[in-house]
């Protein structure tokens, strides 16, 4: 079968690089080679763009142009981010049953288990984080959307001030950073950016320490890619330019196809969406069928979607988010909407996923 390519039938999570940066892209990286610290004109050229891209980045972010720093992996970015806070013994490590397996990971490695807090949702992934009442001394990271559910959470109440870290990784400009955040973490894939790069943001506040040993005035180490930055600085300012009218229009088809799986397919699970979720995301969980059978079928029907968990295999299988709503016994599908599809796309991949269902039971 040849591969499908439609976006009207692309329901799959990832998206390719938005069309404006694939198209200055070559440009980049014919010029992102030379070094933007020394004083040649190319150098200087360099430079003066990479700057402008920071502050474009910044202001899109709602941050000050000093607080950004680029890491060539994301995984990196977690490390720095959290391994900083860490070294300084915060009293309580809070965190929720739903964030990510590196979040997870970091909270095993602590050797005193009464310092770790972790949360539960509710049935619709919300997770209440002023139950914990967080001090001053503690280190809280907050997931501003859930990459399965698309659930967004709500920020901590005022009167509470931890080291907070803002795992951004799954947001979009429309998702604002928390108040009184420490440290925040973009990946450019959720607006339509390049891979092979990621943001940190680091507050003035002061809160963090450098994991690293002291070298220069540098808070992280390593390489990034300069061309792939600014790539990244054009796909955030498009994205911020369609928020309005794209999260709008997603925003009509999320209600849409969730009026149209209930009525199409028998012992469904959706989570109850609000405004502030991320529409794009609608996670389904089946009774009856095996997920990647449910993919595969789909697929022979010519849509692509996603299935099982958005956690790589590891310690928490087959996925942590979905144990902790209670669907850990169902086939869970994701379904990830764009704003060039419409209503009539909506309802060729319900059809084709009740027949795909039917066939499986």
């Known amino acids: 079968m040849s591969p499908i390519t439609t976006e009207s039938r692309d329901y799959r999570s ?3 690089l938005h069309p404006k940066a694939q198209e200055l892209l070559s440009e980049y990286f014919a010029e992102g080679w030379v070094d933007p610290s020394k004083m040649h004109h190319q150098s200087r050229r360099l430079a003066i763009l990479f700057n402008q891209a920071r502050d474009e980045i910044a202001a899109n972010l709602g941050v000050f142009p000093d607080e950004v720093e680029f890491v060539g992996e994301l995984g990196f970015g977690f490390w720095s981010a959290i391994a900083g806070v860490l070294q300084n013994s915060p009293s309580r490590f809070i965190h929720s049953t739903i964030d990510r397996q590196v979040i997870h990971a970091f909270a095993r490695t602590l050797k005193s288990s009464e310092k770790i807090v972790e949360l539960a949702p509710d049935q619709n992934g919300r997770i209440d984080f002023n139950r914990s009442e967080p001090d001053v001394s503690d280190f809280l990271v907050w997931q501003g959307v859930n990459r399965e ?3 967004a959470q709500d ?3 005022a009167k509470f001030n931890p080291i907070l870290f803002a795992d951004m990784t799954a947001a979009t400009p429309f998702n604002p950073l928390p108040p009184k955040w420490d440290l925040a973490l973009f990946d450019p894939r959720s607006f339509r ?3 092979g790069i990621s943001i940190l943001t680091i507050s003035r506040k002061g809160r963090w320490t450098s994991p690293l040993p002291p070298m220069d005035k540098r808070r992280v180490f390593g390489s990034f890619s300069i ?3 600014l790539a990244t600085a054009v796909s955030l300012n498009e994205a911020v330019k369609a928020q309005d009218h794209d999260r709008g229009k997603i925003a009509e088809l999320n209600q849409f196809i969730r009026k149209e799986l209930r009525d199409a397919i028998t012992g469904l699970h959706m989570t109850d969406p609000n405004s502030k979720d991320d529409p794009r995301y609608v996670a389904i969980g089946i009774q ?11 697929e022979n029907f010519g849509f692509l979607i996603d299935a099982g968990s ?3 295999a590891g310690a928490l299988s087959p996925s942590h988010v979905l144990d902790a709503l209670g669907w850990g016994n169902l086939a869970h599908v994701r379904l990830t909407l764009k704003a060039n599809q419409s209503q009539e796309d909506v309802k060729n991949v319900v059809t084709a996923l009740s027949q795909a269902v039917s066939a499986e039971r």
Not at 288 to 298: I, Y
């Open 288 to 298: 009856g069928v095996v997920a990647e059978k449910l993919l595969q079928r789909m």
């Open 155 to 157: 920020p901590l109440d």
């Open 14 to 16: 990832e998206e390719p």
């Open 227 to 229: 061309p792939l930055a």
């Open 310 to 312: 958005a956690c790589g």
């Open 193 to 195: 950016g390049p891979s």
């Open 149 to 151: 559910v698309g659930v």
